[in-house]
């Protein structure tokens, strides 16, 4: 470790792009940042309001980050842009967290959950006692959920919650001939491991967090006949939604009903008159897509871009060197960015974004992107030039490090 820091002082050394700020005794981070005008990394020279050694622990975020660096806070949502407590305007390009698909404001909703608070703000549903609007939600679920007739409703906070609550209750080709593939390798798992031993088979219809990565042509084709041959259970893994509170919920097909026997809804009934009978959300979505996939696809010729995928209003970027996938940015350079703030080159990206006014979701040297639904035709168009301005940097900055590597 010793001889990685003194090598890495000597790298920003000779740098007139970099300088150390500050070296806090023998700590691993030593607390360096980019004093570059390339990116502000939440530097806190561009933050008027500093929480730097804030006292919250933060899910996907190092620990050395929250005492290190001032976070960026948000204060406010208009539609499809957030600001900052310092009134900066962001695109929020990731939909919050996947989650506010019809934007930050829809006052439709923020009624429904005052007026659901004033009047009964909290009530379970154990012990055969419920709530008329968990009934209410249960039934337009299941007649708007077409792709097969279901019988229950199960209501929870968060799609790894519906995810355990379904395990616990049940205990060189071309895309065709990998989805064959997979397929039979699935059965041969089941062959090995018994069918009686396997409770379900469960997978996203698109990896969101895992960087957007759509499945192969007739995969799920593939897949649910496998799966139907043995009994096994089928569990698609999706929950997006915009109710501004956690909720969730398990469809149950009548066979499982059967063997089962067996409270933020009323805002979930709002959601759903919103999402499905006023705006036409579906149908909307249908029509600005390819507007949004066509516009990111510009940039697929990008030398550091080895893959854009997605589908609908789902993007996801992969950066690597030289287009190809199978060949990542080499190795130190991630841990020399490290040293100095964040990882990788994606996560430049990421503050490049961040400093043109967009907020992307970063994962290693992949870039997701998930718009509110509602999004118009000139915010994709505001998208796309961000995301190209931020690419031109995060392509400049490439090059001076394959320069350093010279």
């Known amino acids: 470790m010793k001889h990685l820091i003194q090598s890495t002082f000597k790298a920003i050394k000779s740098s007139s792009k970099v300088k150390i700020a500050a070296i806090s005794g023998t700590r691993a981070s030593y607390q360096l940042r980019y004093a570059s005008s390339d990116a502000s990394l939440n530097s806190t020279t561009e933050t008027k309001k500093c929480f730097k050694g804030h006292g919250m622990l933060a899910p996907f975020t190092a620990g050395w980050q929250t005492t290190d660096t001032s976070p960026l806070v948000i204060d406010k949502s208009e539609g499809c842009y957030v600001y900052d407590i310092n009134g900066k305007k962001y695109l929020d390009s990731l939909a919050g967290l996947w989650s506010t698909a019809l934007g930050g404001n829809e006052s439709r909703l923020v009624d429904a959950a005052t007026a659901q608070l004033k009047k009964l703000p909290f009530y379970h549903s154990f012990w055969n006692r419920t709530t008329k609007v968990s009934l209410d939600l249960a039934e337009e679920l299941l007649e708007l959920f077409t792709a097969k007739k279901m019988a229950k409703a199960f209501f929870v906070n968060s799609g790894s919650e519906a995810n355990d609550t379904q395990l616990l209750a049940y205990q060189g080709e071309t895309e065709e001939e990998f989805a064959t593939r997979l397929a039979n390798n699935l059965e041969n798992l089941i062959l090995k491991e018994g069918p009686e031993t396997i409770a379900a088979f469960i997978a996203e219809p698109v990896m969101g967090a895992g960087g957007v990565i759509p499945p192969p042509a007739t995969y799920f084709d593939k897949v649910q006949a496998v799966v139907k041959k043995y009994d096994i259970l089928f569990i698609a893994d999706e929950a997006l939604s915009s109710a501004y509170m956690p909720i969730g919920a398990i469809l149950v097909s009548p066979e499982v009903s059967e063997v089962i026997n067996s409270e933020s809804n009323k805002l ?131 090059k001076e490090l394959k320069a350093q590597k010279q």
């Open 268 to 398: 979930g009934i709002d959601l759903l008159h919103v999402l499905y009978l006023e705006k036409n959300i579906v149908e909307r979505v249908r029509n600005i897509a390819p507007k949004f996939q066509d516009g990111m696809r510009i940039y697929a010729d990008s030398p550091i871009i080895g893959e854009i995928r997605g589908t609908g209003l789902i993007m996801g970027t992969e950066f690597t060197d030289n287009k190809s996938p199978n060949d990542p940015f080499p190795p130190e350079w991630g841990k020399f960015l490290y040293l100095l703030i964040y990882f990788r080159i994606g996560a430049y990206f990421g503050a490049q974004c961040e400093k043109h006014g967009m907020l992307v979701r970063v994962a290693g040297d992949n870039i997701m992107i998930c718009p509110p639904l509602i999004i118009s035709e000139k915010e994709i168009d505001e998208l796309i030039s961000k995301y190209g301005k931020a690419l031109k940097d995060t392509e400049e900055r490439v």
